[in-house]
């Protein structure tokens, strides 16, 4: 089983390409965000407790989000091909702990992080705002998410760097385009 950790800043391009990876190899996808989006709209405990923070653009606890990976690792078929993990990790401390969940079934994961000027990611995400009903889509959550980004999850890319893990695809251009070089990455 092959394990890709889609990384990027908010609006980099994970979601869509995760869907383009399903298409073309089977993978299952785990999208954290989408998750807790369906536990929000579902109005469930963990909904409850995760909304103000994702609607400000701030990350939910590593405990819940580590709780989440370890059963769907767990639940996953014996003859699943990938999993595409899309916004996990986001800490270095959930790197970490994900290494170890994996090394316990004998996987390891390749990291692609997907690389997008800031402006692009802001102007990408205020029009998506106007259309997506996400909480979180604002300017003030936006540029709050980027601070995040910068702060929490570009340690993790440096992390997967230093094992020799990490590659960096360019997210500008066509959605096919930056397809084809993922695929590359995903086939090295
Ligand atoms: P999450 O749902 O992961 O959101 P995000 O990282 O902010 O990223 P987005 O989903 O907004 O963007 P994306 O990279 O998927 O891009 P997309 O393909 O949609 O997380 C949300 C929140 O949940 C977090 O802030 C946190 O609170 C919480 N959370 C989630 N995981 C967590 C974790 N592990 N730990 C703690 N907290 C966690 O594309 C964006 C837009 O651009 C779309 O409109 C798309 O059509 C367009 N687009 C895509 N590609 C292109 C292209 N090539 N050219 C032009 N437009 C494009
Ligand atoms: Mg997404």
Redesign the pocket.
Known sequence: MISIILT?A???????QSEFIVKKYGFEHL????L?RKEIAAGTELGQMVDA??AK????PDDI?LDIIANYIDALPADTKGIIF?????TVN?AIELEKLLAKKGLGAKVIELVVAEEELIS??L??GQTSGRA?DNLESIQH?LEVFHAQTKPVCDYYASLGKHRAVQ?????EA?FADICRAIED
Do not use: A, E, H
């Open positions: 990027g908010p609006g980099s391009g994970k979601g869509t999208s954290t965000g989408d807790l923070l994702i653009g701030n990350l939910v989000i899309d916004g996990f990790p986001r959930q990408r995400l029009k998506r979180d998410r997210g500008v251009g066509t959605m930056i």
